[in-house]
T-cell receptor, first 112, second 113 residues
Framework: ELKVEQNPLFLSMQEGKNYTIYCNYSTTSDRLYWYRQDPGKSLESLFVLLSNGAVKQEGRLMASLDTKARLSTLHITAAVHDLSATYFCAVDEANRDDKIIFGKGTRLHILP | DTEVTQTPKHLVMGMTNKKSLKCEQHMGHRAMYWYKQKAKKPPELMFVYSYEKLSINESVPSRFSPECPNSSLLNLHLHALQPEDSALYLC????????????FGPGTRLLVL
């Protein structure tokens, strides 16, 4: 059974600092997704990572995927208050197009 | 038009009611999705339509019935729901492949009494 673990689950950090959110998964997969959700709002798709070694960047966020380690990271550079949100990673199980599992989410609070 | 719309925004229904949620996009996307999200929990994928063909998530009870009348429209028909089905229901679409970058609607908040 595919399991997806994010850590930390809650992170409070100062503006201007760098930090990394980790997403580990338990079985073979080469597709991983990152989403953002503001409180009380819908989801926003951030990154789609489709191969080992994939790296994508958008503004202060950078995501990477290591399929051999079954690990993805979401790195935040010089955090700003507007990045406060919950971040989810999700993994779909290899050869099962109808099964995607989300991590529990990392609630990120950036102090101004 | 780069928007996914969902109606209604809020819905309260009894356990014997039949209701439908509607999702629409006019971006020419060929994949559409329904998610369920309970409070303070991660989303759960319910259904995927890809090129108007359904991909079924095995864990979804039959009281939820999806319908894709055309490539722009996705419905979720609700019948005999339980209070534990109360949640935020999110619709999304993507260009072609079933897990490309998704564009989400604002969601429908459902309360089952």
């Amino acid at each position: 059974e595919l399991k997806v673990e994010q850590n930390p689950l809650f992170l409070s950090m100062q503006e201007g600092k760098n930090y990394t959110i980790y997403c580990n998964y338990s079985t073979t997969s080469d597709r991983l997704y990152w989403y953002r959700q503001d409180p009380g709002k819908s989801l926003e798709s951030l990154f789609v990572l489709l191969s080992n070694g994939a790296v994508k960047q958008e503004g202060r966020l950078m995501a990477s995927l290591d399929t051999k380690a079954r690990l993805s990271t979401l790195h935040i550079t010089a955090a700003v208050h507007d990045l406060s949100a919950t971040y989810f990673c999700a993994v779909d199980e290899a050869n099962r197009d109808d099964k995607i599992i989300f991590g529990k989410g990392t609630r990120l609070h950036i102090l101004p | 038009d780069t928007e996914v719309t969902q109606t209604p925004k809020h819905l309260v229904m009894g356990m014997t009611n039949k209701k439908s949620l509607k999702c629409e996009q006019h971006m020419g996307h060929r994949a559409m999705y329904w998610y369920k999200q309970k409070a303070k929990k991660p989303p759960e994928l319910m259904f995927v339509y890809s090129y108007e063909k359904l991909s079924i998530n095995e864990s979804v009870p039959s009281r939820f019935s999806p319908e894709c009348p055309n490539s722009s429209l996705l419905n979720l028909h609700l019948h005999a729901l339980q209070p534990e089905d109360s949640a935020l229901y999110l619709c999304a679409s993507s260009v072609g492949g079933w897990m490309e970058t998704q564009y989400f609607g604002p969601g429908t908040r459902l309360l089952v009494l």
